[in-house]
């Protein structure tokens, strides 16, 4: 027998859930019955403790007994939990769905060997059997702690005796009905605060089954890449891989799981070559979003699946995120949530105009304003102040910065595992002239994510102006090919031909200022990286038209100005090359 542990105390928050009516479902169907207590345990209950950072102490025949650090994320999956049981059980016959009671308690507990132990379970136990089928019932503790932060309307049962309990208890009740009455959403589509996914088992095409491992393995760690991003809740392996074998349809997988979204994909393996294909598909529609495929060399079968696991995810998340800000711009503007309406400041943000980032700022603000606790609304806030300054759109005025600086540093304590409130710390940081700080944050986005573009992108940013342009091209080539079609694409290729530059690589840099400005969204700043390089070539007509584009878009740009707002450039002799450039273009 193992060494007993010793027993520790913690507060927690207590999940305490079972079946409405088991006994009467069980004398029905007991087989059925079972199959599909197994089915909802699978594929809703534990992913979705687990996508709360929760953890099942034990299971008890219909019930569960699950624990959370963080009282808010239990109130949001047992909420969540209920409505995709809910969805699940809509074409059921009424004597045969299986709905759930949950209880939600926050309090001191005693863990010993695992499990959980003291009133504070009794106190949610004994909540549970005062909740309404397919509702939830929490303790007074934790109504005060997420009243108005979670959508939804609860109802105060006042003083309730229970058994077990000496003195009366306060507990406040949400029901199913009330949930969704508080929190509108489109016909069909499951509530969620950020955009869920689920990756499907790829396909062993290859004809031997002995090597599902490849298929299986490339599924797992795209499931693991994308749960990096902080921005999706992506269902976890053991209920993707429920559909393993199995053709069936987007909207089913949909409805099953209650995700918005789906990859699937195929690996085939013919002699020294492997071919994946991924798609990323909406499961409301069955419309594809995003296809690719790739082709490798086999010389070392898991360096080709980290490679295509990471393009992947790379690839899906800008994918998403663009499907995620159109469905947030058709919704009714009575009806937009914190998350819709950072989604319509994300839009406004990648038009890359002055007036699209005002835009974005006050949609941002907005989104904190119903959601005081949104890290991404913050650093999104913070990237757009940023953004503003680099274009030259804002003031550059310790003010302003110390107000970016506030919004980044509040992402990042609110999530600290977020790659993008990191990122964005790490590129106001370049503002105020915190080379080292910047690049740290940057570091720390990429250790946290590996799949993110933007990330490597931005530390190739501040790697140029700390004065070190070599070690900057190589970020912008891994953001590139993480990311090609990423919608700041044109600022990856423009930093690239940035750097080269001012290393005096102008062959190669007018390579990079081309592409920059042929893809979508480019900047007057492309212009003018395009017109310095071109000036240095000598190639002075096209230089000159380079520099009346740059002038169409931004009429006040001089050499002054880039001197105004590239102030935080640490080398010196690298902005005058640049300048220089510019000045054989014909810029005064």
Known sequence: MGERKPATRRLAAILAADVAGYSRLMRSDEAGTLKVLKDHLDAVIAPKIAEHDGRIVKLMGDGVLAEFASVLKAVHCALEIQTLLAERNRDVAPERRMLFRMGLNLGDVLVENGDIHGDGVNLAARLEGLAETGGLCVSDTVYQQVRNRTGTAFEDLGEQRVKGLPDPIRAYRASLATLEASQPREAGRPVFDRPSIAVLPFANMSGDPQRDYVSDGITEDIITELSRFRSLRVIARNSSFTYKGRSVRAQEVGRDLGVGYMVEGSVRQAGERVRVTAQ????????????????RDLEDIFAVQDE??????????????????????????????????????????????????????????????????????????????????????????????????????????????????????????????????????????????????????????????????????????????????????????EMRAWALLVMGHDETAAKSAHLSVQRPNAQHWAY?????????????????????????????????????????????DHLERYIEGLVKAGLT
């Open 280 to 295: 990323l598909i909406a499961t409301e529609t069955g419309e594809h979003l995003w296809a690719e495929r790739y082709d």
């Open 528 to 572: 003018a990286t395009l017109s310095s390089v071109l000036g240095h070539l000598g190639r002075f007509d096209e230089a000159r038209a380079a520099r009346d584009e740059l002038l169409k878009r931004k009429p006040d740009f001089s050499t002054d100005f880039v001197r105004r707002f590239v102030y935080y450039n640490k080398n010196p």
């Open 308 to 493: 295509i696991t990471r393009a992947v995810a790379a690839a899906v998340e800008p994918e998403l995120g663009t499907a995620e800000r159109e469905r947030s711009r058709r919704k009714p503007p009575g009806s937009l949530n914190a998350w819709d309406w950072y989604q319509r400041g994300l839009w406004h943000m990648y038009q890359d105009t002055k007036s699209g980032n005002a835009e974005a700022l006050r949609h941002l603000r907005r989104a904190i304003e119903l959601d005081p606790d949104f890290a991404r609304a913050y650093a999104a806030l913070s990237l757009v102040q940023g953004l503003d300054i680099i274009a030259g759109h804002g003031e550059n005025s310790s003010g302003f910065l110390d107000e970016a600086l506030g919004a980044a540093e509040k992402a990042v304590a609110l999530d600290q595992k977020d790659a993008m409130a990191h990122m964005v710390l790490g590129r106001i940081n370049l503002l105020r002239c915190n080379h080292d700080g910047s690049i740290a944050e940057l570091e720390s986005a990429i250790a946290l994510n590996p799949s993110y573009a933007d990330a490597y992108h931005s530390l190739g940013f501040s790697l140029i102006f700390a004065g070190r342009p070599e070690d900057a091209v190589p970020q912008f080539d891994t953001a590139i090919r993480l990311s090609p079609y990423d919608p700041r694409i044109s600022s990856f290729h």
